[in-house]
């Protein structure tokens, strides 16, 4: 029973956990992937690791980021998905986001930090006991990490930190894993597609052979055909073929 019970209480905890991402509705070809970058986490062991999810823009990164966290963020003593690094880098707001991750993982208001060495300070002096799960979304090169999660002796024995990026060139981790996102699969795409076009897991039968050419054509890239499906939407037939020649 204990184990049963165990595992209720850690469903029961991620329900709870306030911080729970929201995802679309429709999430297709998502769990196989989730799994693999579980596996790929390795939970059970007690180091510290860096996993990156890499590729393309619009391949579904930050949203299978989003899955795995919602999924295991209750196994951790605190937990942070911070959007946007290289964007807030870019801005000069690094010292924000310290400040976000501080709060969300010590769960407390914010922490009053002056500059980017204080809060770099501050992460190592308050996490270096915790076990973390952190997800630094869209963080692309060595100097915004190095201000937020250097290395992994900053955090607890178990911590995880997840990155996602388009660019590994320039993160200069010592050592992580790497989980390379693909297209989705043929038939995964067709069911995105026609839900987002018909609001249907496959297309209405005068429509079969125009769809499966659209998605064809995406490459199985989701933001695309969420983009070009919710077009079609608004469109007739006649529109989809010359939008067909297009492509
Ligand atoms: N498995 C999926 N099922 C359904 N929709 C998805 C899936 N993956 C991604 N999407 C949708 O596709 C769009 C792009 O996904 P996402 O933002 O995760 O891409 P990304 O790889 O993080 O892109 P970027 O590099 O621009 O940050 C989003 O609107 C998202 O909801
Ligand atoms: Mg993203």
Redesign the pocket.
């Known amino acids: 029973h204990g184990k049963l019970i165990r595992s209720i209480v850690a469903e029961v905890l991620i329900k709870l956990n306030k911080r729970e991402k929201i995802?679309?509705d429709?999430?297709?070809?998502?769990q196989d992937?989730v799994e693999d970058v579980k596996h790929l986490l390795d939970e059970g062991s007690l180091d510290v690791r860096y996993l990156v999810i890499h590729?393309?823009?619009?391949?579904?990164?930050?949203?299978?980021?989003?899955v795995v966290f919602n999924q295991i963020s209750g196994r951790f003593n605190g937990c942070s998905f911070l959007l946007g690094v290289q964007e807030a880098a870019r801005d000069g707001k690094i010292v924000q986001l310290q400040k976000q991750l501080l709060s969300e993982i010590l769960n407390s208001t914010p922490v009053e930090i002056f500059d980017s060495d204080a809060g770099i300070n501050q992460i190592k002096r308050r996490f270096r006991h915790k076990k973390v799960l952190i997800v630094f979304?869209?963080l692309d090169e060595r100097d915004q990490l190095s201000m937020l999660a250097a290395k992994g002796n900053w955090f607890g024995l178990g911590s995880r930190i997840i990155i996602?990026t388009?660019d590994t060139n320039n993160l200069a981790i010592e050592e992580y894993k790497i989980y390379q996102?693909t297209e989705?699969l043929y038939h995964?795409a067709l069911q995105?597609f026609s839900?987002h076009a018909f609001g249907m897991d496959s297309p209405p039968h005068d429509y079969d052979d125009i769809s499966c050419n659209i998605t064809r054509m995406t490459g199985g890239l989701?933001?695309a055909?969420?983009v070009i499906g919710l077009f079609s939407l608004s469109q007739r037939k006649p529109i989809w073929k010359e939008m067909l020649k297009k492509l």
Do not use: C, F, Q
């Not at 429709?26 to 998502?30: E, K, P, T």
């Open positions: 995802l679309p429709h999430l297709v070809g998502i992937r590729g393309m823009g619009g391949i579904g990164k930050t949203t299978l980021a989003k979304d869209d996602t388009r996102m989705l995964h995105l839900k989701p933001l055909l969420e």
